[in-house]
């Protein structure tokens, strides 16, 4: 079964929540903090978590302190704060991916004492994260959701995304906030992400002109792009950010209530502030199960279908383009030997994948092959219902997927890995595993 996260989010979500509930789901801070030194900007920051009360409830609070704040706190700077507002020693409502903070957004500072923030634009940050050598999903979700923000504040500011300066939004904070997150689910191996329903909030937060309405410009952009059910909880506050809302927005595969799943693990993020209600990101870690009814029928989903022809390209590098674009969110990836212009032979590539990872599948083939255009096209296909199944053999343990129309089954195949995988333990052949595979299911049925 595919491992997935559903992303509670009552107070509404940050990035630094996201980090902080990965962190207390297992994520070891060190590992988050040695593949982070590869961006090659470790020293504007530190990063640490605490264990902090919400409403009574624990969960974990993710800090990224920059270095050119540090040194302007005095020596004893933990001194106690008013708890309604943080509890935080380190709280400064000049960050804004810290949750329930004011912020500022692309397109300004907040005012003048904070002008040691980095100014990155879109192509900058690109460049370091694809610099940085990050596990292939990890790559691919971070430029993603990167896009995902420029994309939002530049249709909001009237300006393509490549030209949007990031200040606060796309400061140190924000690249740890986002490409952390991703790390994190990496780590976990999460296959799906769902999300549920957001939060509006309300009220206004100090942006670099003057002050904005919330929900802030860029999240409404997104949630208008990506068709996001949202709803009012009675907070007055900011309650999802555009770097959370960037995040969300790229990843998920749906948003709403929890799809049917086994829970194994549960982490909890903070935010700064306390709330009415525990100011808390839920993640809920699990298997996905398959809902059983008395008369199942198909399924029918979008998909998105993306192809290129290729004709300068080294087979090699064709083979590492299939394997980086199944880490970026692919189903099914293939290619097609073809006869192109001036009768040279060529391939065409062809990946499919979900609508919401098809950013992500893009700039896979655009970095990793020549091809100077992308053909893509949106599809619907009708998906049988499928169920895991095991069977024990002679020689180990075989998961069997069981394909069902209505309550007829229609197709019955063991598991290439799980064949495969005892074939070479015990030396024997792959068909010959797949064979008693296959007759333990059927004497059992």
């Known amino acids: 079964m595919n491992k997935i996260a559903y992303f509670d989010c009552p107070t509404g979500i940050a990035g630094d929540m996201c980090i ?11 590992y988050l903090i040695e593949k982070l030194n590869l961006l090659g900007i470790s020293t504007e920051y530190q990063l640490r978590t605490e264990l902090v009360h919400r409403n009574t409830q624990q969960a974990t609070k993710f800090y990224v302190d920059l270095a050119a704040d540090l040194w302007l706190k005095p020596e004893n700077s933990a001194t106690e704060l008013d708890p309604s507002e943080t509890e935080s020693p380190t709280f400064d409502a000049r960050h804004h991916h810290h949750h329930g903070e004011e912020h500022s957004h692309s397109h300004g500072e907040p005012d003048a004492e904070i002008s040691h923030t980095h100014h990155r634009n879109l192509p900058e940050i690109e ?36 030209e949007v300066h990031f200040h606060e939004v796309g400061a140190t904070d924000a690249i740890i906030d986002i490409v952390g997150t991703c790390l994190g689910l990496d780590w976990l191996d999460i296959q799906e992400f769902y999300f549920s329903a957001m939060p509006t909030g309300a009220g206004t937060v100090k942006a670099a002109h003057g002050r904005l309405a919330v929900p802030t410009p860029a999240v409404m952009r997104l949630w208008e792009t990506h068709r996001v059910p949202v709803y009012s909880n009675g ?14 927005c790229t990843l998920a595969a749906g948003f709403g209530p929890p799809p049917p799943m086994q829970i194994q693990a549960i982490g909890l993020g903070a935010g700064s502030r306390n709330l009415a209600i525990p100011n808390i990101l839920r993640l809920w870690i699990g298997e996905k199960s398959e809902v059983r009814k008395e008369n199942l029928t198909n399924n029918r989903e979008a998909i998105c279908v993306q192809e ?3 004709d300068d390209l080294s087979p090699q590098a064709i083979g590492y383009v299939f394997d980086a674009l199944f880490a970026a969110g692919a189903l099914d990836v293939f290619t097609a030997p073809i006869v192109m212009k001036k009768s040279r032979l060529g391939v065409l590539l062809t990946a499919i994948c979900h609508p919401e990872f098809q950013d992500a599948c893009e700039a896979v083939i655009f970095r990793e092959t020549t091809t100077l ?9 009708t998906i049988l219902h499928r169920e895991i199944q095991t ?9 069997i997927k069981v394909a069902k129309s209505g309550e007829t089954i229609v197709n019955v195949q063991p598991e290439y890995e799980d064949c495969a995988e005892i074939a070479r333990l015990k030396n024997i052949s792959w068909r010959e595993v797949h064979r008693l595979a296959l007759q333990s299911w059927y004497d059992r049925t």
């Open 391 to 399: 069977v024990q053999t002679e020689y180990g343990e075989v998961k």
């Open 20 to 30: 902080g509930a990965l962190v207390h789901a297992g994520v070891p801070l060190d």
């Open 308 to 310: 290129t022809q290729i």
């Open 127 to 162: 460049q370091i994260i694809v610099s940085a050598k990050l596990p292939p999903r990890v790559e691919a979700w971070s430029l993603a959701v990167f896009g995902k923000l420029a994309e939002a504040e530049g249709a909001v500011h009237g300006i393509p995304a490549s």
């Open 235 to 248: 907070i007055d506050r900011e309650l999802c950010t555009p770097t959370g809302t960037a995040i969300a």
């Open 373 to 381: 255009g992308i053909r893509r096209s949106t599809q619907q296909r």
